[in-house]
């Protein structure tokens, strides 16, 4: 990073909220605990990824988030951000501390109660006691309602007896599991003798202080992945296991002294969707971690693409620099400018979930199901996103970027995975497209369809037209849009919130009325007859609001070099995005084919003009330089 003060506003704005943990990150955080060198064995990477968390716990980054009471530091959101500025190191260190620090650890803080604080937090948050979050099963992954894990209370010994019954209940991808974890959150169906009360989340011993499986627990390791190599996935079975009443983490359900079950949730299907909306977090972490890889994909790419040369225009003349071909920014500038845009909603996104699950943060149910919904196709829009750019980035390497040791090739493979943990994709943009679809206050059940075309609302264009009529910063814009007949002015903002406004209402719209008129009978089907719209639905949703965070985030900046280039930069990103979807824009009426042809002379004019801006944009990223230590652009 330099002292280039139109790089340095940039890199603030983009820093958001939390800038001084941004900046203490880059500051403290050691190149030699945060990347792994390549080649190691499988073991040599587990036991240095293990190594360090130890050290980052040891720095005390292990407290972010968790509760003050209990030794915790800073606020909730703040160890969001703090996994992004991890994303930039080793993502197999990134996903172990988040499974040790957000998975485990956050499941008992934001499921268990005082009881569990005083036990478990202290050892959680100095890594003294290394856990697992245990809930995927070889049967289900994302249908977690349908778990088949059993926790059976026994009065008799006041001790809930854990078991896995089928093969398709062995706990399966858990992280931890394999090597380190001593102790797991456990999630099971809960039976007491009134019967079954649903999933809930268990505190389960599984290895003593040697590291032996104890009795009844049997651990497996899933070996080799394609990414990932420095964390110990493994699984779990268990064989009527028993551990006290007290490990059940009861901030949602408890079982009194007389052996009843005690709610103050009394409807199931809401209590288990409130229990797992309290680990919203990780899907915030998971879209803004695969965010930050792929700005720093970008930073090692373009910074190669800027000394790199090949071919002549003429004899006698020098190579010419790859990224001055046209070709070579488009691969990456568009890419560029979405992961700009893509930050300003993270950024959003994670002040949010501060105000809505933060320490002293008053129940706002509505609140919380909405940010469930946007953070689901947030979440799978970003790391699609990020595995798509990197990518493109290591094809803009060449062979080069086939190398280990320039970082593209482990980066793609560990961000793999983040396209179905913490939620497959497509499953979560339907979960975004169902909150869309229903009053959010309704949001209790999952992809439950028939309930879904039921609640939709009567009303829903005067809801459509009260929920998106964004942010006061782009609607004004908005507002002022040219006509879609006027074929001038493609290069505005203005023009383009206003194609993402239309795009998205009308397809919202036209979904909306398709699904009512499901009835009882036909619901699933005519569901599933319409998935793709669906996740149309979904994703324009999204793009719309990605826009809106960045263009609030652009408007309150001061007027001058830095709010005028980031402008440019985010009309590449919309007329991109315009652009990849002109044959709905050109279908529906918005656009005209000489103003389709006008998109892309545009998208190609504003690489050309933000090619210069290069040095300065990857600045703005806010890579740290000891943390890029590829060879081809030291």
């Known amino acids: 990073m330099t002292d280039n003060p139109i790089a340095s506003e940039l890199r603030d704005v983009l820093d958001g909220h939390w800038l001084e943990l941004r900046r203490r990150a ?127 209370y026994d009065d008799s010994t006041k001790e809930i007896v854990i078991d896995t019954p089928t093969e398709g209940g062995v706990k399966t991808y858990i992280g931890n599991a394999a090597r380190d974890g001593r102790m797991a959150v456990v999630f099971a169906q809960l039976v007491t003798a009134e019967g079954s009360h649903g999933v809930h989340a268990v505190l389960v011993p599984v290895r003593d202080e040697s590291g032996n499986a104890l009795p009844g627990v049997t651990i497996g390791d899933n070996g080799p992945k394609g990414g990932l190599p420095g964390v110990d996935n493994g699984t779990f079975a268990f064989d009527k296991v028993r551990v006290p009443k007290d490990n059940l983490l009861n901030a949602f359900g408890d079982i009194d002294e007389d052996g009843k079950y005690v709610s103050d949730i009394e409807n199931p299907n809401r209590r288990f969707f409130t229990m797992l909306g309290t680990l919203v977090r990780g899907r915030v972490c998971v879209g803004g971690g695969s965010g930050a890889a792929a700005k720093k994909a970008l930073a090692i790419a373009l910074r190669y693409g800027s000394t790199r040369r090949q071919f002549a225009a003429d004899d006698g003349q020098d190579e010419i620099v790859v990224l001055d071909y046209l070709a070579h920014q488009r691969k990456l500038l568009p890419r560029l400018a ?195 719209h669906v996740l149309l639905a979904a994703r324009t949703h999204i793009d719309r609001i990605v826009l809106e965070a960045a263009v609030d985030a652009q408007q309150a900046m001061a007027d001058g070099a830095a709010k005028d280039l980031l402008e440019r930069v985010l009309i590449l990103y919309a007329l991109s995005s315009i652009e990849e979807d002109k044959a709905w824009f050109i279908e529906h009426g918005r656009i005209t084919t000489a103003r389709s042809r006008a998109v892309t002379a545009a998208v190609n004019d504003l690489c050309r003009e933000l090619r210069g801006a290069v040095p300065t944009l990857v600045d703005a990223l806010g890579i740290p330089e000891d943390l890029i230590t590829a060879p081809i652009v030291q």
């Open 338 to 532: 979405k992961s700009i845009g893509l930050s300003f909603a993270q950024n959003a996104m994670t002040e949010r979930l501060q105000a809505l699950q933060g320490e002293g943060a008053l129940p706002d149910q509505e609140g919380q199901r909405e940010l469930e919904s946007i953070v689901a196709g947030l979440k799978a829009v970003t790391t699609w996103h990020a595995l798509d750019t990197i990518q493109a980035c290591r094809e803009a390497c060449g062979g080069a970027g086939y190398m280990a040791e320039n970082q593209l090739t482990q980066m793609r493979a560990d961000v793999d995975v983040f396209t179905t943990f913490e939620g497959d994709n497509t499953v979560l943009l339907q979960l975004a497209a169902k909150g869309l679809l229903t009053d959010y206050k309704e949001m209790w059940g999952d992809l439950d369809v028939p309930g879904m075309v039921g609640k939709i609302a009567g009303q829903l264009s005067e809801r459509i037209v009260e929920r998106t009529t964004g942010r006061a910063g782009i609607q004004r814009l908005i507002d002022a849009a040219t006509g879609r007949d006027d074929e001038t002015a493609t290069d505005s903002l203005a023009w383009c919130g206003s194609m993402f406004e239309q795009r998205a209402d009308h397809v919202l719209e036209t979904l909306g009325n398709r699904l009512r008129k499901a009835t009882k009978d036909n619901a699933f089907e005519l569901f599933n007859n319409a998935q793709d």
């Open 26 to 152: 880059r500051a403290e955080l050691p190149a030699d605990v945060m990347l792994a060198p390549p080649g190691l064995t499988v073991e040599e990477h587990r036991a240095r990824t293990t190594e360090s968390l130890l050290k980052l716990a040891e720095m005390g980054y292990g407290r972010v988030g968790f509760p003050t009471a209990f030794g915790g530091e800073l606020d909730y959101a703040a160890s969001c951000i703090l996994f992004e500025m991890q994303a930039l190191g080793d993502l197999s260190l990134l996903v172990k501390s988040g499974v040790q620090f957000g998975l485990f650890g956050g499941a008992v803080a934001r499921l268990g109660t005082q009881r569990h604080h005083a036990a478990y937090l202290e050892d959680i948050m100095t890594g003294r006691l290394l856990g697992c979050f245990a809930m995927t099963e070889v049967g289900h992954g994302s249908n977690v309602q349908e778990l088949e894990t059993t926790a059976t």
